[in-house]
């Protein structure tokens, strides 16, 4: 998979990368990228697959049971490793592969849905947006439009990812809230993330000090003590 470059993209991400509001901060990453696997993504894309029919084989009775679709269908399939790729590529330190199964997704049936969730997170970034750039476009209104310039949100399906697995890095000290929604374009072979988590700065101010404290033991102990 190819990591899309787009200005719109690039300036919200700017300003989402880091949003203070008050006794939190919020941090927010769009990312689109062109869903023809080559390389590395094709061998993991062969080998994520190939887990899929040996787990298939072993409980047939769960053939209809994904979130993406009936995986003994190879759309689904597909499905399925595009966005354990996207991961992958967002997040390179973490190895979605060996963690994420088909149940982590949901498919979101109503875009509106999706596009109220998200306003109403963002909510509070909104304001500082419009202090810091003025009232001309909306947090919002950039945002839509920027998805829909990568994506064509008419013509595009809609899941979430949900982490179950502590070690995931959503699951991060003092989150207060976060969302994962993939935007996916069968016919333009993109698909598009928009990650976003909002974090209290009293814990990570203590998660901070707890790091500090441990560096510095380290150094005592380490210390010759003769």
């Given at each position: 998979m190819k990591y899309l470059e787009y200005t719109p993209l690039a300036r919200l991400n700017a300003f989402l990368s880091h949003v203070n509001l008050g006794e939190c901060v919020l941090r927010g990453v769009l990312e689109a990228y062109s869903c023809k696997v080559a390389g590395v993504d094709k061998k993991l894309s062969r080998s994520l697959e190939q887990e899929v029919l040996d787990y298939l084989s072993e409980s047939p009775e769960n053939h209809s049971s994904s979130p993406v679709g009936p995986l003994c269908s190879s759309t689904s399939r597909r499905t399925l490793i595009h966005l354990i790729l996207t991961l992958n590529h967002m997040y390179p330190d973490y190895d979605f592969r060996s963690m994420i199964r088909s149940h982590h997704?949901?498919?979101?049936?109503?875009?509106?849905?999706?596009?109220?969730?998200?306003?109403?997170?963002?909510?509070?970034?909104?304001?500082?947006?419009?202090?810091?750039?003025?009232?001309?476009?909306?947090?919002?209104?950039?945002?839509?439009?920027?998805?829909?310039?990568?994506?064509?949100?008419?013509?595009?399906?809609?899941?979430?990812?949900?982490?179950?697995?502590?070690?995931?890095?959503?699951?991060?000290?003092?989150?207060?809230?976060?969302?994962?929604?993939?935007?996916?374009?069968?016919?333009?072979?993109?698909?598009?993330?928009?990650?976003?988590?909002?974090?209290?700065?009293?814990?990570?101010?203590?998660?901070?000090?707890?790091?500090?404290?441990?560096?510095?033991?380290?150094?005592?102990?380490?210390?010759d003590m003769e």
């Open positions: 997704f949901s498919k979101e049936r109503e875009g509106n849905t999706v596009k109220q969730k998200i306003e109403n997170y963002l909510l509070e970034a909104g304001k500082v947006w419009a202090v810091e750039n003025g009232d001309d476009i909306s947090l919002l209104d950039s945002i839509w439009k920027a998805i829909d310039e990568v994506i064509d949100l008419a013509d595009c399906e809609m899941y979430s990812y949900m982490p179950e697995v502590e070690g995931d890095p959503f699951f991060e000290r003092g989150m207060i809230w976060f969302f994962n929604f993939f935007f996916y374009n069968k016919k333009l072979k993109r698909i598009l993330c928009f990650s976003c988590r909002c974090l209290s700065k009293l814990a990570m101010d203590d998660s901070f000090a707890d790091e500090l404290m441990s560096d510095e033991e380290a150094i005592f102990w380490g210390m």
